[in-house]
């Protein structure tokens, strides 16, 4: 991987694959997350990303309609593809013909379907080849664990495709302590993908079990769905956050009041509050690579920049203690 960006960044390690600390997440770059968006302003958020120094970008085949984010990035990189590693995930929104299985979230819907057969492991990726247009994954991950299948056996049909090059490294997403033990057990991983942030604790048993493998940690959602950039007052219509209980108008406004010491400590520092968020993540671990999404160059710049903020011992203690106060309404995201 050739990093020739407008801006570099910091560099952190995920088990063996080199990336910037701080990725970008793709999801939002599709319709249906975050209301409507043209595929002219999600090619130009992705390359504000890679132009900013971002080389690890996030996305998976179900983000969108019918592969539609894969598409989006493969189009989008024609030519820039040496400067990125491309992590993608599988088994989710799945094509015709697949048995859903379901897999139960916090979201007003209640579960997802997904299917983490080995069978289709292979056709997911040739799926996600061509859409990225690419003959390489850098890091694949089974989206969500199948109730159904053991870890073990999804996994070792992503080992197949390693040693025969099509993907370069494995990870995991929303696992178990449990699930990451046995997968690793099968084949080295080398990121586990998490929802943590500052209003979601990760668990730490997870957190033990990747620290003693030498596992990477990848927060998705890092800036909780947007919540802890201070700028969310609603949301509207087409936004997959009307699904999610913190986001309803009672608890978001409750959750705004909770988080505003939060917000403060960012103004002190005369950083934005998702600079603060990002770069408190970052002081985590070592490993930890966050995913922050956004549509916008600016806060894409933005965000990035948090990689090079350093918070001194007294500001974490003081968002320690703050955090440890903070009850947030709503349940989960997941």
Same mark, same amino acid.
């Given at each position: 991987m050739t990093n020739t960006s407008t801006h570099s960044l910091p560099t952190?390690?995920?088990?063996?694959?080199?990336?910037?600390a701080l990725g970008y997440g793709a999801m939002v770059l599709s319709p249906g997350v975050y209301g409507e968006v043209d595929d002219e302003?999600? #090619?130009?958020?992705?390359?504000?990303?890679?132009?900013?120094?971002?080389? &690890?970008i996030d996305t998976s085949d179900g983000y969108?309609?019918?592969? =539609?984010? #894969?598409?989006?990035?493969?189009?989008?990189?024609?030519g820039r593809r040496d400067q990125v590693a491309i992590a993608t995930k599988f088994g989710f929104r799945l094509p015709e013909g697949v048995e859903p299985h379901p897999f139960p979230i916090g979201y007003a819907f209640g579960e997802l379907a997904v299917n983490g057969d080995p069978k289709h492991v292979r056709g997911y990726a040739e799926a996600s080849l061509r859409g990225l247009e690419t003959d390489y994954i850098d890091l694949y991950y089974p989206h969500f664990p199948d109730p159904q299948i053991p870890?073990?056996?999804?996994?070792?049909?992503?080992? !197949?495709?390693?040693? !025969?090059? &099509?993907?370069?490294?494995? @990870?995991? %997403?929303n696992v178990t302590a449990?699930?990451?033990?046995?997968? =690793?057990?099968?084949?080295?991983?080398?990121?586990?993908?998490?929802?943590? %942030?500052?209003?979601?604790?990760? !668990?730490? #048993?997870l957190l033990a079990a990747a620290r003693e493998l030498g596992v990477g940690l990848v927060p998705w959602s890092p800036l909780g769905a947007g919540f802890l950039t201070g700028t969310v007052g609603q949301v509207t219509e087409g936004d997959?956050?009307?699904?999610?209980?913190?986001? @309803?108008?009672?608890?978001?406004?409750?959750?705004n009041d909770r988080f505003a010491p939060v917000r403060g400590v960012a103004e002190e520092l005369d950083i934005t509050p998702a600079?603060?968020?990002?770069?408190?993540?970052? =002081?985590q671990d070592p490993n930890v690579?966050?995913?922050?999404? %956004?549509?916008?160059?600016? =806060?894409?710049? #933005?965000?990035?920049?948090?990689?090079?903020?350093?918070?001194?011992?007294?500001?974490?203690?003081?968002?320690?203690?703050?955090? @440890? !106060?903070?009850?947030?309404? @709503?349940?989960?995201?997941?």
């Amino acid at each position: 991987m050739t990093n020739t960006s407008t801006h570099s960044l910091p560099t952190r390690k995920l088990g063996g694959l080199e990336v910037s600390a701080l990725g970008y997440g793709a999801m939002v770059l599709s319709p249906g997350v975050y209301g409507e968006v043209d595929d002219e302003r999600g #090619e130009r958020a992705l390359l504000a990303a890679v132009d900013a120094g971002a080389t &690890l970008i996030d996305t998976s085949d179900g983000y969108g309609v019918d592969g =539609h984010n #894969e598409r989006l990035i493969g189009k989008a990189l024609r030519g820039r593809r040496d400067q990125v590693a491309i992590a993608t995930k599988f088994g989710f929104r799945l094509p015709e013909g697949v048995e859903p299985h379901p897999f139960p979230i916090g979201y007003a819907f209640g579960e997802l379907a997904v299917n983490g057969d080995p069978k289709h492991v292979r056709g997911y990726a040739e799926a996600s080849l061509r859409g990225l247009e690419t003959d390489y994954i850098d890091l694949y991950y089974p989206h969500f664990p199948d109730p159904q299948i053991p870890i073990e056996d999804t996994v070792g049909a992503v080992a !197949e495709l390693i040693r !025969e090059g &099509l993907v370069r490294h494995l @990870g995991l %997403s929303n696992v178990t302590a449990a699930q990451l033990r046995a997968a =690793h057990a099968v084949h080295p991983v080398s990121a586990v993908q998490i929802e943590w %942030s500052m209003w979601k604790p990760a !668990e730490p #048993e997870l957190l033990a079990a990747a620290r003693e493998l030498g596992v990477g940690l990848v927060p998705w959602s890092p800036l909780g769905a947007g919540f802890l950039t201070g700028t969310v007052g609603q949301v509207t219509e087409g936004d997959f956050r009307q699904n999610a209980p913190r986001f @309803g108008a009672a608890n978001l406004k409750a959750n705004n009041d909770r988080f505003a010491p939060v917000r403060g400590v960012a103004e002190e520092l005369d950083i934005t509050p998702a600079q603060l968020a990002l770069a408190w993540l970052l =002081h985590q671990d070592p490993n930890v690579v966050p995913i922050p999404g %956004s549509r916008t160059p600016k =806060h894409i710049e #933005e965000n990035l920049a948090a990689a090079r903020v350093r918070l001194d011992a007294d500001v974490l203690g003081r968002l320690e203690r703050i955090l @440890g !106060e903070t009850e947030v309404e @709503g349940g989960t995201l997941l």
